[in-house]
């Protein structure tokens, strides 16, 4: 079976540049912009909601973005976007939320319905951030539930960018074979 899935009538939109390692399955209404990643056993599931990853961003292995759909219990249900130039650690869940461009949510770090992670956060491992959480960019997050911790430093914010510079490259390099 094909790992990239039509839906109904949802074919995912993935730009070429894109690599997608073959044991990570993309369903449905997804759209993945430019040298986006997405490694292996990882699920992009676009089945009752759209998904939109934009443009070299990250979602590392074993990672699950999914959605809700619309219904009495969720008015409209919830898509999931995220934005460029993000890293997804190993193994984290985005489930129906929003990650703006330039953040880092860390490994195993699960993200919930309606939540917003903005523009230039950081996310420390094994997060939960609750569902309609807003998360104010510039600042470390950690903890279960999350908490803010501190503002991070320049390094910090630096390394965003670095991250996803660094995944773009590593793709290229998987990409070649
Ligand atoms: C949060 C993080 C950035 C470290 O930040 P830091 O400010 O250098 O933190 P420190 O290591 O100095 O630890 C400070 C305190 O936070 C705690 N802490 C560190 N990471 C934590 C986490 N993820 N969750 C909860 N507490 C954490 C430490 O135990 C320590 O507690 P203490 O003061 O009671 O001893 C790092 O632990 C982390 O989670 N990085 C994410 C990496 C990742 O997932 N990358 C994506 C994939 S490559």
Redesign the pocket.
Same mark, same amino acid.
């Given at each position: 079976m094909k790992n990239i899935r039509t839906f109904e009538n949802h074919i995912p939109q993935i730009d070429k540049t894109v690599f997608v390692d073959e044991s990570a399955v993309v369903t449905g209404n997804v759209v993945i912009g430019k040298d986006s990643s997405v490694w292996p056993c990882c699920s992009v599931r676009g089945d009752i909601h759209s998904i939109t990853i934009g443009q070299r961003t990250n979602v590392?292995d074993g990672s699950i973005l999914h959605v809700t759909h619309d219904s009495d219990y969720a008015p409209g249900g919830f898509k999931l976007t995220v934005g460029s130039d993000v890293?997804i %650690?190993?193994n984290v869940v985005l489930h129906a939320c929003t990650v703006e461009d330039l953040c880092?949510? #860390?490994?195993?770090s699960v993200v919930l319905d309606g939540s917003v992670v903005q523009s230039g956060a950081?996310v420390?491992? %094994?997060?939960l951030i609750p569902p309609n959480k807003i998360l104010e960019g510039g600042y470390?997050w950690? #903890?279960s539930p999350v908490k803010r911790?501190?503002e991070l430093s320049d390094k910090?914010k630096s390394f965003l960018s670095y991250?996803a510079q660094q995944y773009v490259k590593l793709k290229n390099r998987h990409s070649a074979g």
């Amino acid at each position: 079976m094909k790992n990239i899935r039509t839906f109904e009538n949802h074919i995912p939109q993935i730009d070429k540049t894109v690599f997608v390692d073959e044991s990570a399955v993309v369903t449905g209404n997804v759209v993945i912009g430019k040298d986006s990643s997405v490694w292996p056993c990882c699920s992009v599931r676009g089945d009752i909601h759209s998904i939109t990853i934009g443009q070299r961003t990250n979602v590392q292995d074993g990672s699950i973005l999914h959605v809700t759909h619309d219904s009495d219990y969720a008015p409209g249900g919830f898509k999931l976007t995220v934005g460029s130039d993000v890293t997804i %650690g190993h193994n984290v869940v985005l489930h129906a939320c929003t990650v703006e461009d330039l953040c880092l949510i #860390g490994m195993g770090s699960v993200v919930l319905d309606g939540s917003v992670v903005q523009s230039g956060a950081m996310v420390g491992a %094994g997060s939960l951030i609750p569902p309609n959480k807003i998360l104010e960019g510039g600042y470390m997050w950690l #903890g279960s539930p999350v908490k803010r911790v501190r503002e991070l430093s320049d390094k910090e914010k630096s390394f965003l960018s670095y991250s996803a510079q660094q995944y773009v490259k590593l793709k290229n390099r998987h990409s070649a074979g």
